[in-house]
C-alpha cells in the first residue's frame, strides 16, 4: 500500500514538471525562453514548445500582430514655407523578437519611440517638397506615392536597426491648414466664388443678348427676302399685263392711237372743263348746214 | 424473470460496490471528449488551433476537434458586413452631432477646403488573417485609416467643382480600389464591400457663396430663356408677315393680269367691229364720247374764226 502512494506521488511530480515544461506558443506571439534570464531560443512558430522547468528557464512573449500606430496631427512647414498639419499613421510589426526585447522592451516605449522617427521623417521630406507636390489639379504635379515611399523607406530603416521594428506603411491621412491659414483659404474660397458666380451672370447676359441679335437679324432678312419677293411678283405682274396689252394694242395701231383719244377726253374733261368748240368743227356741222 | 426494480437494485448494488471510482472516471473522459464538439453557426467559420497553432478553418456545421487543451475553437462571424464611418463617427451620427472640422474637412487639389463623409462596408476575407494577423479591433482601426489616407490623396488631386459634382462616383470607386490595395498590402484578411459618400458639401462659412454660384448659373440659364422667348415670340410673327406681303403681291398680280386680259379682250371686240366697218365704228365712238364728255363740261360754241358770237348750249 505504501509502496503504491509512492508510485502515485511520483507520477504526479512527474506530470507538474512535465507541464511546466510545455507551453503554448499561440498565433499572435513570439516566444523568448531565458534560462537564468538570458535569452537563449526564440520561438518564431506558433504551436507547442519545450523548456526546463521554472528555475532554470522562463518565458517572455511579445505580440508579432500588425499594429497601428496613429499619432496626434503635427504642423509641418513645406519648402515653399507654407504651414499644413499632417496627420500620418504608421503600420508597424515586431520584426526581430530580441532586439525588440533588449531595446525597447515593450509596445508603449516602442511606439513613443516610432512616433519621434514618424514625425522627423514627415517633417523632413514635407521641408524639402513644395506644397504643390501634395495639392495640385495637376496630376503630373502630384509625388505623394514618392514621397510616402521615401519616408517609409528610411522611418523603416531607423526602426528596424535599432529597434527590431519592422514598418510596412507611413501613410499621410490628413492635409489641412492651421487655424489662421484655414481663414484665409475660406476667404479665398469665397472670392473664387464671387467671381465665378459675376461670370455666369455676366455670361448669361452676353449669351442672351446675341440670342436677341440674332433673332433681330433673321427678322430683318424674313422681312427683307419677302419684300424682294412680293417686288418681283408685283414686276412680273405689270410686265404680263404689258405684255397682254401690247399683243392686243399692237394689231392695229391707228384704231388704238383712235380709242386711247377718245378715252383721254373722258378722262381729263370733267364738270369744271370749258370746251370751245367752233360751229363748224366737225361735231356741229350738222347743227349749220343740216342735210 | 427480473423486474425494472431488480434491475434499479442491481444498478445501485454494482455502483455501491468498488467499481465507483471506474464509473467517475468514465464520466469525466465523456466530459474531457465532448470539448472537442461544437457549433459552427450558419455565419460564422471556426478557426481550429492545436497548441495555439491555427490547423484548419472549419466550415458551419457540427465541428470535431481534439478535446481540450490540445483543441480550441474560435468562431468568426465571416459574412457579416461591418460599417465604418469616415469623416464622422456613428455615435454622433445616432445622436445628432454635427462632426467637427477636423473630421469632416479635406483639402482639394485647387487648394479648397471640403466637407465629405464616407460610409465604408466590409467584411472579412480571411479569418486567420483578421484573428491573428492584425487583431479584431486593430484591422476595423485600420480599415479606416487606410481609406482616409487614400481619400485624402485622391481628394489631392480633384477640383472643388469636380467634387461637388460629377467626382462623386469616381471617389467612391477609386478610394474602394485604392484602399484594398492598400490592405491587401499588409494582409489584413479585410475585403471591402463597397464605399458609400455621405454628404460632400463646401464648409458652412463659405456655403452661401457656393449656392449664390448655384443662383448665378439659374440666373444665367432664365436668361437664355427668355432671349429664346424672345427669338420664338418674334420669328413666327416675321414670318407671318412676309407670308402676308407675298400673298399681297400675289393678288396684286393676279389681279393686273386678269384685269389686263380682260381689258384687251375688250378692246379686241371692239377691233373686231371696227374691222368690219371702219368708219362708222369710228364715228360711233367719237360721237359717243363726245356726248358723254359735252354733257359733263361746259361747252361754248363759237361761231367764226375770230369767236365774237357765242351761243351757250346748255
Known amino acids: 500500500m505504501k509502496r503504491t502512494l509512492t508510485i502515485l506521488a511520483v507520477a504526479a511530480l512527474a506530470v507538474?514538471?512535465?507541464l511546466s515544461c510545455a507551453f503554448e506558443v499561440p498565433e499572435t506571439e513570439y516566444a523568448i525562453v531565458l534560462l537564468f534570464g538570458d535569452p537563449t531560443r526564440i520561438i518564431l512558430e506558433p504551436g507547442l514548445a519545450w523548456k526546463l522547468p521554472p528555475p532554470f528557464e522562463t518565458v517572455v512573449r511579445i505580440d508579432r500582430r500588425l499594429r497601428i500606430l496613429d499619432p496626434p496631427e503635427n504642423e509641418f512647414l513645406t519648402l515653399d514655407k507654407k504651414n499644413v498639419m499632417v496627420d500620418a499613421f504608421a503600420a508597424w510589426e515586431v520584426e526581430d523578437p530580441l532586439e525588440f526585447l533588449v531595446s525597447v522592451v515593450n509596445r508603449t516605449t516602442a511606439e513613443a519611440q516610432l512616433e519621434d522617427i514618424i514625425r522627423a521623417e514627415v517633417g523632413a521630406a514635407l521641408g524639402s517638397h513644395e506644397l504643390s507636390v501634395l495639392l495640385s489639379t495637376d496630376p503630373s504635379e502630384i509625388?505623394?506615392?514618392?514621397?510616402?515611399?521615401?519616408i517609409t523607406q528610411r522611418a523603416a530603416d531607423k526602426a528596424s536597426d535599432g529597434y527590431g521594428i519592422r514598418v510596412h506603411a507611413v501613410r499621410l491621412k490628413r492635409l489641412n491648414f492651421p487655424e489662421e491659414n484655414r481663414q484665409a483659404v475660406f476667404r479665398r474660397m469665397e472670392a473664387e466664388r464671387e467671381r465665378i458666380a459675376r461670370q455666369y451672370r455676366s455670361e448669361g447676359e452676353e449669351e442672351a443678348e446675341k440670342v436677341r441679335a440674332q433673332a433681330d437679324?433673321?427678322?430683318?432678312?424674313?422681312?427683307a427676302t419677302a419684300e424682294r419677293r412680293s417686288q418681283e411678283i408685283r414686276g412680273e405682274a405689270d410686265a404680263e399685263a404689258a405684255r397682254i396689252y401690247a399683243e392686243a394694242y399692237g394689231q392695229d395701231p391707228e384704231f388704238y392711237e383712235f380709242v386711247r383719244t377718245l378715252e383721254t377726253y373722258e378722262d381729263f374733261i370733267d364738270e369744271d372743263a370749258t370746251i370751245v368748240l367752233p360751229a363748224d368743227s366737225r361735231l356741229l356741222h350738222l347743227l349749220k348746214e343740216p342735210r | 424473470m427480473s423486474t425494472s426494480a431488480d434491475k434499479t437494485g442491481n444498478l445501485r448494488r454494482w455502483l455501491s460496490t468498488r467499481n465507483l471510482p471506474y464509473f467517475v472516471v468514465v464520466l469525466v473522459l465523456i466530459h474531457w471528449a465532448l470539448t472537442g464538439v461544437g457549433m459552427v453557426r450558419e455565419d460564422e467559420q471556426a478557426v481550429v488551433l492545436r497548441f495555439g497553432r491555427v490547423q484548419r478553418v472549419a466550415p458551419a456545421g457540427i465541428l470535431f476537434t481534439l478535446p481540450w487543451p490540445i483543441d480550441r475553437a474560435t468562431y468568426v462571424k465571416t459574412t457579416e458586413v461591418r460599417t465604418m464611418p469616415v469623416g464622422y463617427k456613428l455615435v454622433d451620427a445616432v445622436r445628432g452631432i454635427p462632426p467637427t472640422p477636423r473630421e469632416v474637412e479635406w483639402v482639394s487639389g485647387d487648394t479648397n477646403i471640403i466637407n465629405l463623409t464616407l460610409t465604408l462596408k466590409y467584411s472579412l476575407s480571411d479569418p486567420v488573417k483578421y484573428l491573428y494577423r492584425v487583431g479584431p479591433g486593430e484591422a476595423d482601426f485600420l480599415v479606416r485609416r487606410a481609406a482616409e489616407a487614400c481619400l485624402s490623396r485622391l481628394i489631392a488631386t480633384m477640383t472643388v467643382d469636380d467634387l461637388l459634382t460629377s467626382g462623386q462616383v469616381l471617389v467612391q470607386e477609386q478610394t474602394r480600389a485604392s484602399t484594398q490595395e492598400a490592405l491587401d498590402a499588409l494582409d489584413a484578411g479585410i475585403r471591402l464591400v463597397t464605399v458609400n459618400i455621405g454628404r460632400v458639401e463646401p464648409p458652412s462659412n463659405v456655403i452661401e457663396a457656393f449656392n449664390d454660384v448655384a443662383t448665378a448659373k439659374l440666373e444665367k440659364a432664365r436668361m437664355l430663356?427668355?432671349?429664346?422667348?424672345?427669338?420664338?415670340?418674334?420669328?413666327?410673327?416675321?414670318?407671318?408677315?412676309?407670308?402676308?406681303?407675298?400673298?399681297?403681291?400675289?393678288?396684286?398680280?393676279?389681279?393686273?393680269v386678269e384685269r389686263s386680259r380682260g381689258e384687251a379682250s375688250q378692246y379686241l371686240e371692239l377691233l373686231e367691229e371696227a374691222r368690219k366697218a371702219r368708219e362708222i365704228t369710228e364715228t360711233r365712238l367719237y360721237l359717243e364720247t363726245m356726248s358723254r364728255v359735252l354733257l359733263r363740261a361746259r361747252t361754248i360754241v363759237v361761231d367764226d374764226r375770230e369767236g365774237t358770237r357765242i351761243r351757250l348750249l346748255e
Open chain 1, 217 to 223: 437679324l433673321e427678322q430683318a432678312q424674313i422681312l
Open chain 1, 143 to 150: 509625388r505623394v506615392d514618392e514621397i510616402v515611399e521615401t
Open chain 2, 225 to 256: 430663356n427668355q432671349a429664346d422667348g424672345y427669338r420664338k415670340d418674334i420669328l413666327p410673327r416675321a414670318r407671318a408677315m412676309a407670308d402676308r406681303m407675298v400673298q399681297g403681291a400675289e393678288s396684286y398680280r393676279a389681279a393686273t
Open chain 1, 16 to 18: 507538474i514538471v512535465l
